[in-house]
Nanobody, 126 residues
């Protein structure tokens, strides 16, 4: 059984940092990309960042470039999202997802993902 388990969310002030973790288990992800998505109340779920499990190429939404960093630890089967200089507009439920990476990042973002985590709340106060 494949599981993606997020952790690390919380309540912080604007300008603070948080690191989210996504622990993956149940299969190998060598052909997958792992990504973070977020959904704020009343809004659609949007991609934040993604990383190719093999090779490590990355993708970032424009809104987080320069502030967030995605990384992975193959030995721990874990993907991280380091979030710096947090803003109130970063407040959302953050989800970890895994999907086969077949072509471009834009295609990966748009296609349905095979696996999702349960989400972790990030709240940034002003």
């Amino acid at each position: 059984q494949v599981q993606l388990v997020e952790s690390g969310g919380g309540l912080v002030q604007a300008g603070d940092s948080l690191r989210l973790s996504c622990a993956a288990s149940g299969r190998t992800f060598s052909s997958y990309a792992m990504g973070w998505f977020r959904q704020a109340p009343g809004k659609e779920r949007d991609v934040v960042a993604a990383i190719r499990w093999s090779g490590g190429s990355t993708y970032y939404a424009d809104s987080v470039k320069g502030r967030f960093t995605i990384s992975r630890d193959g030995a721990k089967n874990t993907v991280y999202l380091q979030m710096n200089s947090l803003k109130p507009e970063d407040t959302a439920v953050y989800y970890c997802a895994a999907g086969l990476l077949r072509s471009t990042w834009n295609s990966w973002v748009a296609q349905p993902k095979q696996y999702w985590g349960q989400g972790t709340q990030v709240t940034v106060s002003s």
